[in-house]
């Protein structure tokens, strides 16, 4: 049976968090991307080339990224300001390269990019490219994340079945 692209990166994003991050962090579905766009003040992006091409998106806020870079720098939270950016570049990195990884032993081949970082306030994130895209709720401790991704392939999705079907 051939891993859903969906729980591939739902597994992924957990394995990072437990392993780079310290933290146990739960799934909690799966969100409608074109209806929710995540609020966030921490987002990092990282590329997929290949066949399909794509993008896998952390959402986060200050106070989540600052727990993060937190435990994975092994310093207080409050003591957290210039290795915030770094920090979520190598989570997404992380996350990206894992589902990369997995996605390549059942056939889909990927590069991907250096990570992206933007940090800010009332600010949305939109690629200019349509295609199949799956948003992921994540609960950390009180701080809910997201992570999205999206093929630029409708039929990308392999194991997975859509609504309209």
Same mark, same amino acid.
């Given at each position: 049976?051939?891993?859903?692209?969906?729980? +591939?990166?739902?597994?992924?994003?957990?394995?990072?968090?437990?392993?780079?991050?310290?933290?146990?962090?739960?799934?909690?579905?799966?969100?409608?991307?074109?209806?929710?766009?995540?609020?966030?003040?921490?987002?990092?992006?990282?590329?997929?080339?290949?066949?399909?091409?794509?993008?896998?998106?952390?959402?986060?806020?200050?106070?989540?990224? $600052?727990?993060?870079?937190?435990?994975?720098?092994?310093?207080?939270?409050?003591?957290?300001?210039?290795?915030?950016?770094?920090?979520?570049?190598?989570? +997404?990195?992380?996350?990206?390269?894992?589902?990369?990884? $997995?996605?390549?032993?059942?056939?889909?081949?990927? +590069?991907? +990019?250096?990570?992206?970082?933007?940090?800010?306030?009332?600010?949305?994130?939109?690629?200019?490219?349509?295609?199949? $895209?799956?948003?992921?709720?994540?609960?950390?401790?009180?701080?809910?994340?997201?992570?999205?991704?999206?093929?630029?392939?409708a039929?990308?999705?392999?194991?997975?079945? $859509?609504?309209?079907?």
């Amino acid at each position: 049976m051939i891993p859903s692209v969906i729980d +591939t990166l739902s597994q992924a994003t957990q394995d990072v968090f437990e392993t780079m991050v310290f933290r146990e962090i739960s799934c909690e579905g799966q969100i409608d991307a074109e209806a929710l766009r995540p609020q966030a003040n921490v987002v990092g992006t990282v590329g997929l080339a290949g066949s399909p091409n794509g993008l896998v998106t952390f959402y986060t806020s200050f106070a989540a990224a $600052r727990d993060i870079a937190s435990a994975m720098l092994g310093m207080p939270a409050g003591d957290v300001n210039g290795e915030l950016t770094d920090a979520i570049g190598e989570v +997404t990195n992380m996350i990206a390269g894992s589902f990369r990884t $997995r996605m390549a032993e059942i056939g889909d081949a990927w +590069t991907i +990019t250096i990570p992206t970082v933007a940090i800010g306030s009332d600010f949305t994130i939109k690629p200019l490219v349509s295609g199949r $895209r799956v948003l992921l709720p994540f609960r950390m401790e009180a701080h809910q994340i997201f992570v999205e991704l999206l093929l630029t392939d409708a039929d990308a999705f392999p194991g997975e079945t $859509r609504g309209d079907e």
